[in-house]
C-alpha cells in the first residue's frame, strides 16, 4: 500500500515538475512593438496591405510598428521575419510581453533558437549585436555545435554576418571560419578578401 501511494506521488510530482507550453495569447493587432534592422545596409519595405513603410537606414536602427502590420509583413513575405532581417525586441504595452508577440505571430520556435546564440542569463532578451557577439566571443566548441543544430534560417544570418565582419576585418578565428566553410565552400574568405570594406556597425 505504501509503494503505491509513493508511486503516485512521485508520479504526480513530474507531472507538474513538466515545463508548461506558453498559451498563445490573443494579442490585440493595434498594439505597438520596437524592431531593429538586422541588416548591413538600408532596410526598406513597402506593402500596400500596412499602414507604413519601413525605413531603416543602417544596421542597429529602430523603428516602431503594430502587431497587425508584423502579421501582414509575416503574411506577405514571411523570410523577412524568420530570416532575422528585422528583431521583434520590445513590446510597447505593459500587459503583453515580448513571447506573447512572438508565440502570436508563430515566431517563438524561431526566437527560441535565437535565444540560444546568447549567454543564459540573457534568455528572452534581443539586443542588436547577439549575432556579432555569438561570432566573435563563443568558445569554437560552442560555435561549432550550435551550428550545426540551429535552424537554416538562422545559421544563414550567422554566415552571412560573419563575412561581413571579415570584410570589415572583425572576424579573424579561423577556426570557425572551417566551419562556416562547410556551408558555404572552401573559398568563401579567400573570395571576401577581394571585397574588405571600411563600414560603422
Known sequence: MDRVQSYNTNQNKNRFDKPKRRK?????????????NNTF???IYKNPRMNMVLDMENHGDE???????LRTMLNSDRKILEGFD???T?????????EDV???LGLNRKYDNYFSLSPKWKKGQVNRDDIIQFIEKSNPRKFEQLMNSMDS???GKVIDTA?????LRKFTDYTKMEVIEKYVGEDTFDDAKDTLIDLEI
Open 41 to 43: 545596409g538600408r532596410f
Open 24 to 36: 498563445r495569447v490573443n494579442v490585440d493587432r493595434n498594439t505597438e512593438v520596437v524592431i531593429i
Open 163 to 167: 563575412i561581413k565582419l571579415f570584410k
Open 102 to 104: 512572438l508565440t502570436y
Open 90 to 98: 520590445e513590446v510597447l504595452d505593459g500587459q503583453y510581453e515580448l
Open 63 to 69: 523603428e516602431y510598428i503594430t502587431v497587425g502590420d
Open 86 to 88: 528585422i528583431l521583434i
Open 153 to 155: 534560417k538562422l545559421r
